[in-house]
């Protein structure tokens, strides 16, 4: 028993600590060291094909390289930025109805078997007769109905980088984004794979255009800490079974 008892309490420690990095001072930043969008762009990656180059094309307007007046500035690469724009604004409604009825009997007489119903009638209480032997009858019915309304409206514009180029030449990117607000830090998450096409002129892609989309916006400190019911509360509406 002791140690079920230090077992759940290392787990509520273990679970508690996020909170305790932000008392009496603001939530700190995740620290992007070790990120996937700042690991990329230190390490481009190594070309399938390395492209042959001419020294004229430097110094020509016309030439295609992004530093060119008419070059294609999109991200292309890995490591490259561009910008992904999130707008949802959606509404849904769901309404169902169901009903069903059913009803059945059974009836068996057996008045006259050799004789044999008039004898048993002769043996029985006074009233009692085995003619209608048996006699069942049931019912049942059923309604149900549901409804389920949802609106969601949501408008975010986040800089993903290009973390990997699949074989196929699909984008894989992530971006993170963290702004903090005195003891409230509100975090924005990207992720997803995109098609070089799909990006924009201006190097935007719409959230509606990024396959396996990974968005998550929310925030961490001491309102929502507030917001959130207490570890050991959480543990025991999972164990108790009432």
């Known amino acids: 028993m002791s140690k079920v008892f230090g077992v759940l309490m290392f787990a509520l420690l273990v679970a508690s600590c996020g909170r305790l990095n932000h008392i009496g001072k603001p939530p700190d930043f995740t620290p992007p060291v ?54 949802i604004d959606e509404s849904a ?73 699949l074989p196929n030449g699909i984008l894989a990117i992530e971006g993170i984004q963290e702004v903090r607000v005195n003891f409230e830090l509100r975090e924005l998450l990207v992720s997803g794979y995109v098609r070089p096409e799909d990006v924009s002129r201006q190097n935007e892609i719409t959230y509606d255009k990024i396959a396996s989309a990974r968005i998550s916006y929310g925030g961490r400190g001491q309102i929502s800490d507030m917001q959130q019911p207490r570890v050991g509360q959480q543990v025991l509406d999972v164990v108790l079974p009432f």
Do not use: Y
Not at 53 to 65: D, F, H, I, P
Not at 66 to 76: E, H, P, V
Not at 108 to 113: A, F, K, W
């Open 93 to 165: 409604e769901i309404s169902n109805s169901t009903a069903r009825s059913r009803s059945g009997s059974e009836s068996l007489t057996i008045p006259h078997l050799f004789g044999i119903p008039q004898r048993i009638n002769q043996g029985i209480t006074d009233g009692a007769s085995l003619d209608n032997a048996v006699d069942l009858g049931s019912s049942s019915s059923a309604n149900g109905n549901g409804s389920v309304r949802r609106s969601e409206s949501l408008t975010l514009r986040v800089a993903a980088t290009v973390t990997d180029v």
């Open 34 to 87: 070790e990120s996937p969008e700042r690991v990329a762009m230190i390490a481009s990656g190594v070309p399938e094909v390395v492209p042959l180059g001419r020294k004229t094309e430097a110094a020509s307007l016309w030439s295609g390289g992004k530093t060119s007046l008419l070059g294609d500035r999109r991200a292309m690469k890995r490591g490259d930025i561009m910008t992904v724009v999130i707008e």
